[in-house]
């Protein structure tokens, strides 16, 4: 007497490749655009997603804004992702720049803390 598992797997799952992630558009929920999926950081000790690194105001010869967002915080349509933000908000927004890349647990904290969505490692 086993565990049935068909109980407990997904019927259709959904598997992107992280190179379909890099460089889709990330548009607000009035279908403007904020900037591009620059890449994609993953928590190599829990495999998972940890954030986004979101890319703004990218203007030939000058470098981007950017910014860590939650993958959580994200909802996947057409190819394209939304993030549930005003575009306003990342006008006046300081970016992270370097600092993007190596994000320290407590940045993290307030990031998903920003968008609202529990954290990746306590879910």
Do not use: Q
Not at 5 to 27: Q, S, W
Not at 44 to 64: H, K, P, Q, T
Not at 77 to 106: C, M, P, Q
């Amino acid at each position: 007497m086993g565990i049935n598992e068909e109980l407990y797997v997904a019927k259709k799952m959904n598997f992107v490749p992280a190179t379909r992630i890099k460089g889709a558009k990330v548009l607000t929920i009035n279908d403007e655009e904020l900037g591009k999926i620059e890449e994609v950081m993953i928590d190599s000790e829990r495999g998972r997603i940890a954030y986004v690194v979101l890319a703004c105001d990218c203007f030939i010869g000058m470098s981007c804004k950017l910014f860590a967002i939650p993958w959580e915080a994200l909802k996947a349509s057409r190819g394209d992702y939304i993030l549930r933000v005003e575009k306003g908000a990342f006008k006046t927004a300081e970016d992270l720049g370097d600092n993007v890349w190596s994000l320290a647990h407590n940045d993290l904290t307030s990031i998903y803390e920003k968008y609202n969505v529990p954290p990746y490692w306590k879910v």
